[in-house]
């Protein structure tokens, strides 16, 4: 039984080719990208740098005739990956519980072929720049560098905690808390901050923060991992 | 790396304390490496496949989260190779489970999300595109929930139905029906947009 063409090798309208492509080209936001790696307790400026600097582009889209391919390529410096994640990760297991995995379909050896499968766009990381970045890119990058501080200035905090320097960990989020009043990770530094209060002793108050972080945000990703914080 | 490193630092068993933090911090690393590789290599995959499956746009960051946060929690058990696959079916795990839970409709209804658009378009182009996504959002949400995940994963992520049966643990011939009907259902509405008014069709 042989694979038919895909669909948008014989599109018959325009129309259809460019929903088709709509549904190929999304991709990841950069916030999603630094919740992610916060959440996970993994440096990430140089992920979120990347990330940002990855411009999709597709043939197809040049077939429909309403955008062009473009790369951007060793744009901005990357940030060196902070070390403090891992220690803390390690000493954090249930930092990454949630409710969703203990019912997802795991069978890590019953799927050969698709694990066997390139990369969705192999293409597009291999293909040399053929345009200069548009100014929107240009604004991506922007962001994504703003993304790339807030995440290291939480990775500093972690740091400390990681190190058992719980006081100084909170110190650092204060630092983040000015610096970012309205930052794209503030959920991902309460967490933390509730965890460095109850490192500190001060579980009471851990234990209010985690109680009203529940309240605001019930069904947060990190919701699981604030509830062992209340009494 | 690590598993020379291991080799090489604790080669035996009785090991002091010190060599089994040696090991274990040896270990935390490797892991920390191979998710971080798992994030960059397919948050894209994974941020799509989520969109595609139903996933309103507000969610899908959360989503994402969700889904790396279910593969770090179960690392250990993905086979080295394996961890596309297994991104894939958590993914959609995700989405389905999202659908279920209308609770959560309300937290995120108030702050809708902006879509991710390729940067190099112009305002002309953004427009179409955002458009486009609109009306692809609009037919999928009108086709039945097996057949669009079929679709999105032949169309969409171009996996054969031999890696689409596996992954969804149908037979293969279930997969090819439903492809069948899911591509001719697909076009049918996409034809029948063509015959909608124009101000219908805005987003």
Redesign the interface.
Known sequence: ?N??R???DEA??T??L????????????D???A???A??G?AGSA?VS??ALS???SSL?SKAG?????FVAGLGATVAAPAG???W??AHPQA???P??A???????????????E??HPVENSTPPP?A??P??E??TTAASALAAELGALDAARTRLSSGDASGALAKLDDYARAYPRGHLVLEAEVLRIDALSKAGQKAQASRRAEAFLRR?????LATRVRGYVD | MSGVAVAQVVPSEGRSPLESEIK??VR??DR?AR??WM???Y??????VL??AGTPAAE???D???????????LD???P??????L???AL??AA?ARR?V??RR?VAAEE?PE?I????TPE?LT??KR??H??DR??SEMDGDLRTVF?L??????????IA??L?IP?GTV?SR?RRA?SD??DR??A??TTKKGDLSP
């Open positions: 039984m694979d038919p895909r669909l948008r018959d309208s129309v259809e460019l929903l088709l492509e709509a549904g190929v080209s999304y991709r990841s936001s916030n999603a990208r919740k992610t790696l959440a996970l993994l992920a990347a990330g411009v999709a582009t889209l309403w955008t062009k391919a473009l994640y891992v220690a990760r390690h990454i519980a949630v969703v995995p019912v997802a379909p795991v069978r890590p050896t019953a799927h050969p072929v698709v694990a066997e499968l990369p969705v345009a970045p548009a929107k890119a604004a991506r945000h019930p069904n947060s990703v | 274990s911090t935390a690393t920390e998710l971080r994030v960059d290599e948050i894209d995959f994974v941020a799509r969109r595609n899908v960051d959360d994402v989260q969700r889904t790396f946060i279910a593969a770090a929690r179960r058990d993905v086979r190779g394996a961890e596309r696959s297994f894939l079916q958590t795990y995700v489970h839970t609770a959560r937290e999300a991710q390729d940067p190099a378009l182009q179409d595109q486009a996504r009306l692809l037919v999928l999105a032949y169309e969409f992520e171009e996996l054969s139905m031999a890696e596996d992954a643990a293969r090819a492809l591509r697909f076009r996409v034809r947009l063509g």
